[in-house]
């Protein structure tokens, strides 16, 4: 993909598109076009197994007519089937009601900037090499330990994209963007026992990823850790989140001071802004703009500048994540969180990921959560847990088929300790997290 | 073209079964032992009613064709959503780069074979008026708020889906297949004294919309599901803290199949076993479950969620016996695992659609019933928990560990059910609860059509069914 043609061309569609949806009827309109191309090749036992081009476009609309609002969206660029979603978008909108909070964001807070995020680091997508890496990762993954008896294969992804979003403010802002990723799952037998793992990098440059040996080699350690992994007794004890799990415990922040949760009354965090939630010293900063990070941009989903916020200052809520229709809905303004959050960086306690054993102590160091047991009206919190027990800041063995439970909220006032090493692979950015006490259920 | 669906995916691109052939033999001029071509075009529509009032309304269209190579063990796959004769050439060249450029086999002559059709042909989108459809959904919102009209919030969707596929394959496969689904769901929260719980239901099947307007017991459809919604939010309204630790639990009928979805049906599918990654690895023959445990995968129940006429490899889907009383039997497969492991390809060749490479997957899954009513089930359980309604679920094929989630149980006291409790995640290993299964009800029923199965990032919508079941010893996550 010539992403400095395809750009354009985008453009040129979504403002098409806005103006048959003009014509047709709309008093505002937004577009979208996101257009990705990429290779994925796999490898298992040392061979190859699958080679895939991947190419995807979707455009979609969404239509005001007056305050009724229309959505569509396609995957086929034609003129036929544009002009279809158009016409569908402003059919839906003559049957959905009136909606008061309805419609484009405000225009004085769309983007008018656009600095260079270095997002786009392309580079000629080439399955050779992808197969080679491949190979490479999953031999070092294979050749590291005896007990290494199988392998699910190591894969190598490769993707560039450019996507364009448009109004009738006049926003028409394309961002051109890559995503290199490498990873490898392997499984470790002894007995009748039989684990499997996996390890990966992730990266917006392609020579950024991490080695093919050490990711191999990162895989296949943690593979035969989990080796004679056993239960433990049903307890209540400190439990340390690893840095690459701990993550989900803020992305269950996000959803309960989403807006959405909030006007719907579905969260349990109904009225907490400015009020304490974590220990003093934790922080939460928004960045948006970080260069290469995987979730910098310049705007929202609906075109709303993204700016620098702490979600949480010393421990205390300072901000709901808005869109503007959640924002509407709730009486203020929106803060630029429409599709979601932009690199989170949460602050630590100083401790190194050995210290944070040394704090833990005696109690379940996790490193893998299991189903979806959290409900975001309540806080109440209930998944399944693998990791290692750990006495007096030692790992002592596996355990595995363990729940973990507890209330969201007491939870998060429970941190008492957040790692300095960090996880940098996703959009929130922390170190393992030690909770002074969960409900731990086994044997 | 007399075929609705090859007219509209070959025929009004300018295709033609001539054009697949010769998109194949371009394919078999490498070293590949099977090539396939899967067309596929989709409407999706969706409406969703909150606060009162028609919100939100979408419609979506895909379009395209993938193409596939397979050699030995190894696959070349590209699509486009560009259905011409050149996209598809172009295709079919990155696709058979998985091999050297020295085949000398041909596409075989297509052949179509009468299917059987486990559901209708009409497009579900066009079986109500819009005007219906905004109905329907007013009503549904309109019964939860007569019947608690302090509910805070009550959303309702309804989405419909029409899939035309077509696949031609170079073992001469031709077949089509026209799919409709359909979905409603309805959810509430209800407040009590500064408490707050949600509650929520859903049904579908292939079938059109008037399908919820249809009675069931007593009640019509949609109103059964808002029923079902405010039931469970009221029921967690009043839930304690459910309980830490390992102990008997009743699961009841229908929807909690998705243990078994879980616990066995995963570690079942013929790509994993091929490759060894599965605890059920070459187990065939071999006592899994407790005896009086049948578990059958079947892709052939009428109007089913999980069903299809033909699988998206165009292997007709049939009745799987995978588990007989207790005794592993077979694997679920696709035809490209089934040739590697030399047994016939099941029916169960998925894919989420034509930019993603087909999978053996489940269609439905269920147990068969056994002897017991619920109420001598629940009778035997001093103390335990009875899990009518789950959440959703997850499986580490390799180690059999699994969760699922509870929505609604209520603690056992001495034979009786009690107390509500608050959902908690259930976990143990498949073959090991398999085998704890002691009691089989006579109550077996299937889900009510609101599955989705999610695998390497696919997802395709499924069944889930089974008896009241007794489980002897399960962790349950509770925090009392």
């Known amino acids: ?443 | 073209m007399s075929n609705p669906v090859e007219a509209d995916l070959l025929g009004s691109n300018g295709l033609d079964q001539s054009s697949c052939h010769k998109a194949i033999d371009q394919i078999m001029s490498h070293d590949v032992d099977f090539a396939d071509l899967y067309f596929q075009s989709s409407q999706h529509e969706s409406w969703v009613l909150e606060d009162g009032i028609i919100k939100e309304g979408s419609f979506n269209l895909e379009k395209g064709v993938g193409v596939r190579a397979i050699s030995g063990e190894k696959t070349g796959f590209a699509y486009s959503d560009d259905i011409t004769l050149e996209a598809l050439l172009r295709a079919s060249q990155a696709a058979r780069n998985i091999a050297p450029s020295n085949g000398s086999q041909n596409c075989s002559t297509f052949h179509s074979n009468a299917i059987t059709h486990r559901y209708g042909t009409q497009n579900p989108l066009s079986s109500l008026k819009d005007e219906e459809k905004i109905s329907l959904l007013r009503a549904t919102d309109k019964y939860i708020r007569e019947q608690e009209p302090s509910a805070t919030q009550v959303a309702v969707s309804l989405s419909g889906v029409y899939e035309h596929v077509l696949v031609a394959a170079s073992d001469g496969t031709f077949a089509t297949d026209i799919r409709p689904l359909v979905r409603l769901n309805c959810s509430v929260l209800l407040e009590q004294d500064g408490r707050r719980e949600r509650g929520s239901a859903g049904a579908g099947g292939r079938h059109g919309f008037d399908f919820f307007l249809l009675e069931e017991d007593g009640l019509l459809r949609y109103q059964q599901l808002a029923e079902d919604a405010l039931h469970m939010a009221r029921v967690n309204m009043q839930a304690i803290d459910s309980p830490a630790g390992t102990m008997p639990v009743v699961l009841g009928s229908g929807w909690p199949g998705v243990l078994l979805h879980e616990a066995v049906g995963h570690g079942l599918e013929g790509d994993f076993n091929r490759k060894g990654s599965s605890t059920f690895s070459g187990r065939i023959g071999e006592r899994v479950a407790a005896k009086g445990v049948t578990v059958v995968d079947d892709g052939t129940m009428d109007n089913r969620r999980g069903s299809l006429n033909v699988d998206d490899e165009g292997t007709p889907t049939a009745y799987n016996v995978l588990i007989e009383d207790g005794i592993l039997k077979g694997y679920m497969q696709d035809k490209h695992n089934a040739h590697l492991m030399g047994v016939q390809p099941t029916g169960n060749g998925r894919r989420e659609s034509y930019a993603h490479l087909p999978m053996p997957r489940m269609t439905n899954t269920y147990m068969l019933g056994g002897e017991y009513s619920p109420e001598e089930i629940i009778a035997t359980v001093e103390k335990g928990i009875y899990a009518p309604n789950f959440a959703g679920g997850q499986v580490d094929i390799t180690s059999g560990k699994f969760v699922f989630s509870s929505a609604e149980a209520y603690l056992i006291e001495n034979g009786n059910v009690t107390t509500p409790v608050k959902g908690a995640t259930l976990i143990g290993n498949g073959p090991d609860v398999m085998q704890q299964i002691s009691m089989i009800g006579n109550d077996m029923k299937l889900d009510r059509g609101v599955g989705v199965c999610g695998k390497d990032g696919q997802s395709v919508p499924v069944g889930v069914g089974q008896p009241t079941l007794k489980i002897d010893a399960l962790t349950v996550g509770g925090t009392a």
């Open chain 1, 1 to 443: 993909m010539q992403v400095d043609k395809v750009l354009p061309q985008s453009q040129q569609i979504v403002a098409d598109v806005l103006h048959l949806a003009t014509q047709k009827g709309a008093t505002q309109a937004e577009a979208s076009l996101t257009k990705v191309q990429g290779i994925a090749v796999s490898t298992r036992l040392r061979e190859v197994e699958n080679v895939e081009f991947t190419q995807d476009n979707t455009l979609g609309i969404s239509v005001y007519v007056g305050k009724h609002k229309g959505s569509a969206s396609t995957a086929d660029l034609s003129q036929e089937a544009l002009s279809l979603a158009v016409e569908k978008a402003i059919h839906i909108a003559k049957y959905t009601n009136e909606d008061e909070c309805s419609g484009l964001a405000d225009e004085a807070l769309i983007a008018t900037e656009f600095p260079d995020l270095e997002l786009y680091h392309p580079i000629a997508l080439d399955t050779q090499q992808g197969m080679d890496l491949a190979l490479e990762t999953e031999n070092a993954a294979l050749s590291a330990d005896s007990r290494i008896t199988n392998s699910d294969g190591a894969t190598f992804n490769g993707n560039i994209g450019a996507s364009v979003y448009g109004n009738t403010h006049g926003i028409n802002a394309g961002q051109a963007s890559s995503r290199y990723s490498l990873s490898c799952m392997v499984i470790a037998s002894e007995g009748k026992d039989m684990q499997r793992d996996y390890a990966y990098s992730v990266n917006r440059c392609f020579n950024d990823l991490n080695s093919p040996k050490n990711i191999g080699e990162e895989a296949a350690e943690s593979v035969v850790s989990r080796l004679g992994a056993r239960k433990i007794g049903t307890q209540e004890c400190p439990v340390l989140f690893s840095k690459e799990i701990a993550s989900s415990l803020f992305g269950h922040l996000v959803s309960a001071i989403s807006g959405g949760a909030l006007y719907r009354r579905s969260t349990f965090l109904l009225d907490h802004l400015n009020k304490p939630l974590f220990p003093e010293w934790l922080t939460i900063q928004e960045r948006p703009r970080i260069k290469r990070a995987l979730a910098s941009s310049n705007f929202d989903h609906e075109g709303v500048a993204t700016q620098d916020m702490d979600i949480v200052q010393d421990g205390i809520l300072k901000h709901y994540l808005y869109t503007s229709y959640s924002a509407r809905k709730l009486g203020v303004q929106t803060n630029g969180h429409a599709g979601g959050i932009h690199n989170w960086l949460i602050s630590h306690s100083g401790h190194s990921d050995k210290d944070m054993l040394a704090e833990l102590g005696t109690g379940l160091f996790v490193t893998e959560l299991m189903g979806q047991g959290v409900n975001t009206v309540t806080g109440d919190y209930s998944r399944g847990a693998a990791g290692f027990w750990v006495e007096n800041g030692v790992i002592q063995y596996p355990v595995h088929e363990v729940t973990i439970a507890g209330n969201l909220k007491q939870m998060f006032a429970n941190i008492i300790a957040i790692g300095k090493e960090k996880e940098l692979r996703g959009a929130v950015q922390t170190g393992s997290i030690l909770l002074s006490s969960m409900r731990v259920a086994g044997d």
